[in-house]
């Protein structure tokens, strides 16, 4: 039983930072490329940032480029997402994502390519 477990959101106002982490349980870490979605009420879930489990190659979303960056310890089991710039429209439940792949300098986007979802962490930023 793979099982992602998300921490460290919280409320904070607008241009403050935040970092949420993300551990992976039951598997071995290395194998699997990590994903964060986010999710606003009334809202679909979007993407925000995937890293590849081999070279640790990072995509994002345009609307948090150059504001979030995501990372991965793979000795600890973690991947993190550190928020920068926070604005009220990053203001979310924050899911993090896992996917095994084969290929390991690919990075998934979509929802359906990553197979084990945690529960999430809520982000409010306010104003």
């Not at 241009?15 to 964060?36: E, I, K, P, Q």
């Not at 990053?90 to 390519?113: F, G, K, Q, V, W």
Request: aromatic letters at 12%.
């Amino acid at each position: 039983q793979v099982q992602p477990i998300e921490s460290g959101g919280g409320s904070v106002q607008a241009g403050m930072s935040l970092r949420l982490s993300c551990a992976l349980f039951g598997r071995t870490f290395n194998d699997y490329a990590m994903g964060w979605f986010r999710q606003a009420p009334g809202k679909d879930r979007e993407f925000v940032a995937a890293i590849t489990w081999g070279a640790g190659t990072t995509f994002y979303a345009d609307s948090v480029k150059g504001r979030f960056t995501i990372s991965r310890d793979n000795a600890k089991s973690t991947v993190y997402l550190q928020m920068n710039s926070l604005k009220p429209e990053d203001s979310a439940s924050y899911h993090c994502a896992a996917a095994r792949l084969s290929n390991n300098t690919y990075i998934p986007r979509r929802e359906n390519e990553f197979g084990y979802w945690g529960q999430g962490t809520q982000v409010t930023v306010s104003s």
